[in-house]
């Protein structure tokens, strides 16, 4: 059980984002940061951008920033909108599935209900709450001499 | 977020296994009902032997059977033991994870306390309530003409 790469990168953009809210950010200093390749870096900003989550600031003196407040971004909203899919089995996709007792089989179900008490626990967490230790995140971000 | 193949596939022997309790299931019966390769069943089945849910009794009249009664396999259980991780960001691998903020990051946490929610919720479920429905899964497991 995992969460795609995607997502935990798109949980660490909006964290740099997030602790320097005074200024625009630049994609290559959240992947020097990260120690991330910038592609992916472009790909994740991009996509969070769709989302609603970050607002790109063009031009010369442009950069990225959170089109939101931290307080207004839950961590279960990031995930629900970065994760591909929640196919935690086979029956969780009704076009793939070829399994013979679904009518009949409770598994689904308990499954479900597993994932909706982890999205719960996820809701119940802002970027804002992430953000609290920002002194030592900022530090940690600090470019490296 | 997925489950691996070879958890749906391991959860589905024990309720063919557990639906026919009255007697030895053999592996082709297993891989024809739920149209999955023998190779597949085959592996899964070893490992359910090797993690105690199985037995395999050997011979011209030999099967497998549960290990266990059906009301002592906790659906938990089974995912903990089958799933080859719970690595829901790279800070869930120590080996791995080379993430900057990880002395300061707060979601490890949050995601962790998420997946106990899941865990949880699937350890209030055993085996035996996956078999409440056991005509209905005994009719849709029955070999096809």
């Known amino acids: 059980m995992n969460l795609t790469r995607f997502t935990d990168y798109s949980l660490r953009v909006l964290i740099f984002v997030g602790v320097h809210r005074e200024r625009l950010v630049s994609i290559q200093e959240v992947s020097e940061a990260y120690r991330i390749s910038r592609n992916h870096i472009v790909k994740v900003v991009h996509q969070l951008g769709r989302l609603g989550f970050l607002e790109n600031v063009r031009g010369r003196k442009g950069g990225i920033r959170l089109a939101r407040e931290p307080k207004d971004i839950r961590v279960g909203d990031v995930v629900r909108a970065t994760e591909s899919g929640f196919v935690l089995l086979e029956c969780f996709d009704p076009r793939q599935n070829r399994c013979a007792i679904t009518p009949a089989c409770r598994l689904m179900d308990t499954l479900a209900t597993g994932l909706e008490r982890f ?16 002194t030592a995140l900022k530090h940690l971000l600090a470019p490296r001499r």
Do not use: S
Not at 124 to 131: I, K, N
């Open 119 to 134: 999205m719960e626990t996820l809701d119940g967490v802002t970027l804002q709450d992430l953000l609290k230790p920002k």
